[in-house]
């Protein structure tokens, strides 16, 4: 990686130790899920590996992203100014879960833009992680699981990560609720942005959601099904998807052509005294500032339709 950490050397040490402790942490974690489903799953999401991402096939696979990207989707992205120096973390929201077209096309205009001189690590729930194939598959393209030990080591080396924090709650959130920047109060990355000593570069977008239309939630569908303890999903949504109609979100799918607009909003900057991390009051502020920040970049952007559907 040809990047430059500008972060000064006491904020680097604080970032590996922050690492160390996740890591720790995580391998304590998974020891204990050794059983059943849970198990399995955590095993095989965390073989996580910075090194993973594959440019040979992100080469060979530009021609099909290229077409969804510029065509079927129609992607417009800009604030690229907003991005600064690296490391940052990116916040952001998305839609259509398991797919989220909208996330990954941010990665697609980010290795477009920067190339291997900057990697960006973006990041997925475990259970997709933990799928034979699709996980391979994610991991060539950098993607790390979701969980604070991969996260937190990706920032002490100088690498930019992309975290959706409201997971399956947001990413399968109601069609009628699609503009609404919500991080359902998960407030995590805000500690780990201040011990990492990076700053948080919201992402605003919209159209994500017109790809797979969202009809229900099914928070108790997915609690009836045992779903939350199993795979720790909380919901288990019904959608409208090619070639099924309607059906489970899960089921694999042919995304709806849609206008995906997504900005990256100015940063969020914070004071990385680790102590700020235990300050209950400062970390909701600044949760409360960044999920307002995307809300507000998702109102100028809504503002920009042509029609309420595709638009």
Do not use: C
């Not at 910075?50 to 099909?64: G, I, V």
């Not at 959601?209 to 609690?223: E, F, Q, T």
């Amino acid at each position: 990686m040809g990047t430059t950490d500008h972060r000064p050397a006491k904020v680097r040490r604080q970032a590996r130790k922050q690492a160390d402790q996740a890591r720790a942490a995580m391998e304590d974690r998974r020891s204990g899920q050794q059983g059943g489903l849970s198990g399995w799953v955590a095993r095989r999401a965390g073989r996580w590996d910075l090194s993973r991402q594959d440019e040979a096939s992100l080469h060979r696979q530009k021609f099909f992203w290229n077409l969804l990207v510029d065509y079927w989707f129609r992607m417009e992205i800009d604030g690229w100014e907003n991005v600064g120096e690296p490391p940052v973390l990116l916040v952001g929201i998305h839609s259509g879960a398991p797919f989220v077209w909208d996330a990954w096309t941010v990665g697609l205009q980010w290795w477009r833009r920067f190339g291997s001189e900057r990697t960006l690590h973006g990041t997925a729930h475990d259970a997709l992680m933990a799928i034979p194939g699709f996980g391979r598959f994610f991991r060539s393209m950098g993607v790390l699981p979701a969980a604070p030990d991969a996260i937190a080591t990706a920032l002490a080396e100088g690498r930019d990560v992309a975290l959706w924090p409201g997971g399956e709650v947001d990413s399968l959130r109601p069609w009628s609720e699609r503009d609404r920047a919500n991080l359902a109060g998960r407030k995590g990355f805000v500690k780990m942005a201040i011990r990492a000593g990076v700053p948080i570069v919201p992402i605003a977008t919209v159209g994500g959601a017109d790809a797979m239309p969202v009809l229900i939630r099914g928070d108790k569908l997915s609690h009836a099904l045992r779903l939350d303890k199993l795979l720790r999903l909380k919901v288990f949504p019904l959608a409208v998807s090619l070639p099924w109609g309607i059906a489970p979100a899960a089921l694999p799918q042919l995304p709806l052509p849609a206008k995906i607009r997504t900005r990256f909003m100015p940063p969020v900057e914070l004071d990385h005294d680790p102590a700020r991390a235990d300050d209950d009051a400062y970390v909701d502020a600044k949760y409360r500032e960044v999920q307002d920040s995307i809300q507000r970049g998702v109102d100028a952007l809504t503002r920009k339709r042509a029609l309420p559907l595709f638009g």
